[in-house]
Nanobody, 125 residues
Framework: QVQLVESGGGLVQAGDSLRLSCAAS????????MGWFRQAPGKEREFVAA????????YYEDSMKGRFTISRDNAKNTVYLQMNSLKPEDTAVYYC??????????????????WGQGTQVTVSS
């Protein structure tokens, strides 16, 4: 089992930045790839970003490239999501997830085994 706890969400204005953190406990953190997903009210969950177990490979949803940066610190069992130039449409609950997604399926939530409880991000215009 892996337990994941997100933090760092909040209410910000458009153009501001936030850094989300996801602290992991339980099984070996560095064994897993980590992903961030989000879900806005009335919408389906969508992929945001992912990072390989070593941190050597990162993946982003196209609309977030250049604004969001995913990183991890395996010594601290933590993955981060730096979000810059936030927009009102970024408002959502953000979830981190741990798993070992098969090649080419890193953006699929079904490939992740463990999920956090989510942290709310609200961006006002």
């Amino acid at each position: 089992q892996v337990q994941l706890v997100e933090s760092g969400g909040g209410l910000v204005q458009a153009g501001d930045s936030l850094r989300l953190s996801c602290a992991a406990s339980g099984r070996t953190f560095s064994y897993y790839a980590m992903g961030w997903f989000r879900q806005a009210p009335g919408k389906e969950r969508e992929f945001v970003a992912a990072i390989s177990w070593s941190g050597g490979n990162t993946y982003y949803e196209d609309s977030m490239k250049g604004r969001f940066t995913i990183s991890r610190d395996n010594a601290k069992n933590t993955v981060y999501l730096q979000m810059n130039s936030l927009k009102p449409e970024d408002t959502a609950v953000y979830y981190c997830a741990a798993g070992r997604p098969r090649n080419g399926l890193v953006i699929s939530g079904a490939e992740y085994d463990y999920w956090g409880q989510g942290t709310q991000v609200t961006v006002s215009s």
